[in-house]
């Protein structure tokens, strides 16, 4: 009877727990607008994206559909259910990766040797899900592509253990899936998956069959519309730095006071390995990549937080006292109260849709504008990089938006010989005559807080503002 007072108990907290995870902090984040306008844009078409649209530049701008599978689940979401059916993405997404998370440092703990669960797993697995959601669960291609990461891992490391049909088939299909939703992080599963194959042959278990379906894995990333040129897009952004302008490409820096978790987990990594490792050459691998892409950036961050169960899951077997199996939720039971907490959730978000923050978008700007263009007609607004993304999703031509493949290439090049990505950059500075004066803009939206003194020199070169909301001004040409 007492036990079965403790596992109610203990799926009323996890409930409460995923009620915390609420769902007004999934929202807002400034990709989700162009990525839904690009699959509404494919949907509508029937077609797969090659070009950039809705830009100065019309259709001209190569774009690769690195992304394309994830756009085509958002839009119709959105379309049938508004903001609230992304919220219905992001449930699923989230519930997916829990039960990931705690897979993965269940099978790390199989690997040794030891009990598969421990009663300190859950609440790891729960804790690090919470920073995980908070940061990283935006409305973006990486809540999916999180879980899938996660779950192919988790196959892999079971198809190593056992060379079971079911793992393989998985994995192929994990790899075709994540080349076709992110396929940017697609190389992440190239690695694992040569890895595996390394420690296959240290160890002399590189059969014939272990070497087919690694090849499959890898050949099943090809099986995506921009074929290889996806699978190594992060080449693309990464050439000549241009994707160090973006905040969250840049290197993190672990003393400000925001970066605390961050730094938190990088030293619990480290605690982690010497229980962890157990001399097994595919950990040590895992551990030098995971560190690279740990303490790489923000962006990259995230699979330091992925991954750290399957590190920890050893490490907890320094805490023998929190062995006891009373103190234990059954997969069912866990199961039913993230179902619980989510349902809620969704329901809530249903009842009070979220709204689009006016501080942090021009949505009384745009407003502006469309009401002064004629109907059918896009007009060519020139916003902040941040921002172009909800500027497009609400009807205008952008310079450049959060793709920035297209933006970066030679027939973009304008003013001061900056590429359509630079020029977005830099343009709210003392060169934002010179870029108006090239693009053209119908309108100029600046945000406020904005120089005082590059401000009063834009009124001087264009006049006065036509329009000021809660977001920045309207410069109308």
């Not at 607008?33 to 494919?42: A, C, N, Q, T």
């Not at 598969?116 to 697995?125: A, I, K, Y």
């Not at 973009?412 to 060169?431: C, N």
């Amino acid at each position: 009877m007492r036990t079965k007072w403790f596992k109610l108990g203990y799926g009323a907290l996890i409930t409460v727990f995923m009620l915390l995870l609420m769902p007004k902090y999934s929202y807002n984040d400034p990709d989700t607008f162009w990525h839904i306008e690009l699959g509404r844009y494919m949907i509508a078409r029937r077609t797969v994206l090659h070009h950039a649209i809705h830009t100065f530049y019309g259709d001209k701008l190569p774009y690769i559909p690195h992304e394309f599978g994830f756009q085509l689940l958002i839009a119709p979401l959105y379309q049938t259910f508004g903001w609230p059916g992304i919220y219905l993405l992001t449930a699923v997404c989230l519930f997916c990766l829990i039960m990931g998370l705690l897979r993965l440092g269940r099978v790390s703990r199989k690997e040794l040797g030891l009990q598969e669960g421990h009663p300190l797993l859950l609440p790891f697995v729960l804790l690090i899900t919470g920073w995980i959601y908070y940061n990283y669960f935006k409305g973006r291609p990486q809540m999916i592509s999180a879980w899938m990461i996660v779950w192919f891992f988790v196959y892999l490391r079971e198809f190593q253990l056992k060379t079971s049909f079911k793992y393989a088939a998985a994995m192929i299909l994990l790899s075709c899936a994540v080349a076709n939703i992110h396929t940017g992080v697609w190389l992440v599963i190239a690695v694992f998956t040569g890895m595996a194959g390394l420690e296959s042959l240290l160890e002399r278990k590189l059969t014939i069959r272990r070497a087919a379906v690694f090849v499959l894995v890898w050949i099943s990333g090809l099986l995506n519309p921009g074929g290889l040129k996806s699978l190594l897009f992060i080449f693309t952004v990464t050439r000549k730095s241009f994707n160090m302008l973006i905040n969250e490409w840049q290197p993190i820096q672990f003393s400000r006071m925001e970066n605390l978790p961050i730094l938190l987990l990088l030293l619990f990594f480290a605690v982690t390995l010497p229980f962890s490792l157990q001399k097994k050459p595919f950990r040590f691998f895992l551990m030098a990549g995971i560190l690279y892409l740990g303490v790489s950036n923000f962006k990259q961050n995230l699979f330091m937080w992925l991954f750290i169960p399957y590190f920890a899951g050893a490490f907890f077997e320094a805490a023998p006292i929190f062995r006891s199996s009373s103190l234990r939720l059954g997969r069912g039971g866990l199961m039913l109260a993230l179902a619980v907490g989510l349902a809620l959730n969704i329901g809530y978000n249903f009842t009070v849709p979220p709204v689009i923050n006016a501080r942090a978008y021009p949505v009384e700007e745009m407003n502006y504008v469309l009401n002064h263009t004629e109907p059918g007609t896009r007009p060519k607004v020139l916003s902040s990089y941040g921002s172009s993304g909800y500027v497009m999703y609400r009807g205008a031509e952008v310079l450049c938006d959060g793709r920035q493949d297209p933006f970066i290439t030679k027939d973009s090049v304008g003013a001061m010989g900056w590429t359509a990505f630079e020029r977005s950059m830099y343009a709210f500075s003392e060169y934002l005559p010179d870029i108006v004066s090239f693009d053209r803009p119908d309108y100029v939206i600046v945000k406020s807080g904005s120089s005082a003194r590059h401000y009063q020199d834009w009124v001087k070169a264009f006049g006065a503002p036509v329009y000021k909301g809660t977001y920045g001004s309207v410069f109308s040409f």
